[in-house]
Each structure stands twice: as structure tokens, then as C-alpha cells.
């Protein structure tokens, strides 16, 4: 059996460099990840904590950028050390047109976080009625269960989300 190969150590100025593209993905700096994008940057580069240029872009609302990278090819369902996938992170922030965008580009509506909540319970849980509305539109299921056993609307109840509550007890 041959001995694993070992990771390269990086100069302080290709370190320096790679902090400056999650910073261009971060801040949607698009021109920026335009340009490198069309050098080659791979649209599926991630961070020391598993945060992909998409995650970033996405979880800070960063439209233009988060479209940019899905159109070089990003993956929607590429999750982050913490298990987070871009759409989860966009219905914790509330963020309906970055919804819309995740689903159009092929953002799994059923996909589950490393603790089984989907984009659906992070909605719910946050009281986001506009996306949770969305995200049952594209097929999410209200009865689906995360690790402990909690719906969407028991996890909504429980953080006291009156009206994900109502809107989800009427589905029931």
C-alpha cells in the first residue's frame, strides 16, 4: 500500500491570495470573481471551514455573485463542514430571491443540514412565511423530521415562531 501523498504547505502569499477570493465571494465582489472565474478558479473552491464561494456569496445575499457562481457551475447542494448547504443557510437569513435563485439553479428543497433540519425547518424556525410558502411550492415536505424527531412545526413551536405556526398547523 503506497503512503498518502502530503498536502503541499502554502507561502504566506497564495494564502494571502485565497483569503482575497472568499473575501470577493463574501463582500459579491462579481467583477472580481468574474474575472477569476474566467482564469480558471474552480466555482467550487471552499474555505478551511468547508464554506464554498456559493455559501458565502449566498449566505451574505449577495445575488449577482451567488448567480455568477451557479452559472460557472457551482454546486447548490455542496455543504459546509457544519453540514449547512446554501439553501439552508438562505431561509435562516430570510432571504426569499436567494431562495428563488438556489431552487432555479437545482438546490435539493429536501436537502438536510448534519442535523436533519432541511431549508423548510430553518424557515419555520425563523418564521419566514414567505419561504416557507416557496419552499412548499417546490415540493418540501411539512412532515418531514430532523434528527431529535421535530417536524417543521414543532421546531417552530418550540422557538416560539407564532406565525410559521399557524401557517404550518393549517397544512397539517
Known sequence: MQ???PTPELDDATLAFAEQVFDSARNGDS???GELLA???PANLRNHAGDSLLML???????????????????????????H????GAAFKG?????????AHGADVEGTCADGKTALTMAAMFN????IEQLLAHGADPQARDV?????????????????QALLSRLS
Not at 448547504?85 to 439552508?88: D, E, F, S, Y
Open 85 to 88: 448547504t446554501p439553501l439552508a
Open 128 to 131: 419566514h412565511c414567505d419561504i
Open 3 to 5: 503512503a498518502p501523498k
Open 95 to 103: 432571504n426569499l430571491p436567494m431562495i428563488e435563485l438556489l431552487l
Open 148 to 164: 431529535n424527531g421535530a417536524t417543521p412545526l414543532a421546531a417552530a413551536a418550540l422557538m416560539g415562531a407564532t406565525d410559521s
Open 57 to 83: 456569496a449566498s449566505y451574505h445575499g449577495h445575488i449577482d455573485a451567488t448567480r455568477l457562481l451557479l452559472e460557472h457551475g457551482a454546486d447548490p447542494q455542496l455543504r459546509n463542514h457544519r453540514g
Open 31 to 33: 467583477a472580481r470573481l
Open 39 to 41: 482564469q480558471g478558479l
